[in-house]
Structure formats: C-alpha cells, structure tokens
C-alpha cells in the first residue's frame, strides 16, 4: 500500500473515530444540537497528498490509453492540472458509463472527470462543477446511405450505454414532431456500436460530436453528420459527492485558474485545435471571476 494511501485510510478512520466519539457524548441528548460534519473530502486529499480520479479509456479524444497502457486525453490533462493547482498527485481510476457516478457515491473516487454530460437527472446523484467543455451530440452513419437526422425518423439507430445522447434524441424528435418510442440500442461497448454502424446493424451511432469523429478517423465508409446545433447541446462537468461546497468551490477555483493562465488554451488545442484529430471550435468558455 502506498504511503498516500496510508495517509488517506488514517484520515478516513480518524474521521469515523471521531464522528462516533460525537455521537457517543450526545447520547441520550435529542434536544441537543446534532455533531458536526466530518468536513470536506477536500481536506482528505491534501492530508493523503492524492486525488483519485476516475475517467475512461475508450472515449478519445477525451480519455483513453495509448499504445504503451498510458492515460491521454483532454480530461487526463485537466485533471492533472487540478492536481497540479492543489500540490497533489493524480491517481487515475478506470470508470465506464455505470460507474463514473457509482465510484462517487460509494467512495472510491474523489472526483470523476470522464466527459460527463449535465443533466438534471444526474445533478440528483452528484454535484457538478462548472462547465468546463462545450459540445453537441449527433451521429456516425454510412456515407450515402444517411444525410440527415430526418433520414434517420423510423431507424433503429445506436447510442452508448445510459448516455445523455438517448434523451436528446428523444427530445430532437419531440421537437420536429415525431410521435412514437424510437427503436435504439444501447452499447457497452463504443468499438461494438462503431462496428453496427460499419456492418448496417443500426442506421446510425449517436455520442459527442468529437468522440465521434475520433472513432470514425480514417473510416473511408463512415461520416459524421454535422447539423446545426447537433440533436442537443453537451455541457461537460467534473462530478463529485453531493453537498460539498468546499470541494466543489476548490474544483471551479482551480478550473478558472487554469483558464486565466492560458493552460486550458493549450490543452484545448491539443486534443481539439484545428491540426487534432478531432477539431471541435471552441463553443464556450469557463467562467473566470475578477479578484477583489
């Protein structure tokens, strides 16, 4: 076991050690005041030296492994500039669509920062950070054969695994006036839903834009539609455990810096400037607060 991790499981057993302590002297004292928090999992990490972080491996440009099994990506980037900012060291977690928001919950991770979208219906699980990228959905489909979303009306169409993209779809739908449930399957597995695609399975695969064209690269046969607004809006976040305002102020704090620096420019740039393998045009820009 490493030493942070040592430092970590002490801080953890410190606080249970003396969140029972509290609880014992208020025994028998209903009309009392209940004990107080056992603080922000901020103070945690800066005593183990170490944030855990769980981002994904099969979501390039975003989060991936390269050839050698090393973490790359735009949110391996921002994370470890957080890292960085708050003088600790990343510790990244593998997490998929399931359990990115699970590991929060259950705390086997600190922060996820795995391209998740924002909804409503998640921001009931977890807190969120500011926006910290800017995106919309749409499909991969064979070139040809699909020029439109309304090619795709009465599809069966593909989408990843409890993503946003399956209620935006839903919600394009809604709006140009299609009644009915669409046929959609869901996939574990992005490299599956890029192969239905290729094999005619499903008529189209809907994710994020730029997942989508990293996935398509060099495939002579596919094309990523690109509509004005897409079939919805992505609005990236970093999850973290609910009602922490602590860490999550730290979180939006280290982002605005990274921002005012000119060090998310170049990460940017990286993974989605013009000469990337996924160009995306910067579509908004992380809330920066003046000092004073």
């Known amino acids: 076991m ?71 990506g735009f949110d391996n980037d921002i994370a470890a500039a957080i890292a960085e900012r708050w003088s600790v060291r990343p510790e990244m977690v593998k997490v998929d669509e399931l359990t990115r928001i699970s590991f929060l919950q259950n705390g086997k991770i600190d922060l996820a920062i795995a391209s998740i979208s924002k909804t409503r219906k998640r921001g009931e699980q977890v807190d969120f950070s500011d926006t910290y990228f800017f995106s919309v959905q749409t499909f991969l489909v064979r070139k040809g054969q699909i020029k439109s979303y309304a090619d795709l009306v009465g599809k069966r169409v593909g989408a990843s695994r409890g993503s946003s993209s399956i209620g935006n779809w839903k919600a394009w739908l809604v709006r140009h006036g299609h009644t009915g449930e669409p046929e959609i399957e869901q996939f574990g597995d992005k490299h599956a839903a890029l192969a239905a695609v290729k094999q005619g399975a499903i008529a ?70 013009p000469s990337s393998t996924a160009p995306v045009p910067r579509q908004g820009r992380i809330e920066v607060w003046p000092n004073g």
């Open 204 to 273: 189209g695969w809907t994710e994020d834009y730029e997942v989508l064209a990293s996935y398509a690269g060099d495939e002579a046969t596919l094309t990523v539609l690109n509509e004005p607004e897409g079939t919805g809006v992505k609005l990236d976040g970093i999850a973290m455990r609910k009602n922490d305002s602590a860490l999550r102020n730290s979180v939006n704090l280290a982002l605005q810096d990274i921002a005012a620096s000119g060090e998310y420019d170049k990460i940017y740039d990286r993974w989605f400037g």
């Open 2 to 72: 490493s030493t942070a991790l040592t430092r970590r499981r002490l801080v953890e057993l410190a606080s249970v050690m003396s969140a029972g302590a509290a609880a014992g002297t208020l025994a028998g004292c209903a009309n009392k005041a209940p004990a107080a928090s056992a603080g922000s999992l901020l103070d945690q990490i800066r005593s183990a030296g170490v944030v855990r972080v769980g981002t994904r491996v099969d979501n390039p440009p975003h989060s991936s492994f390269d050839g050698q099994g090393r973490w790359r």
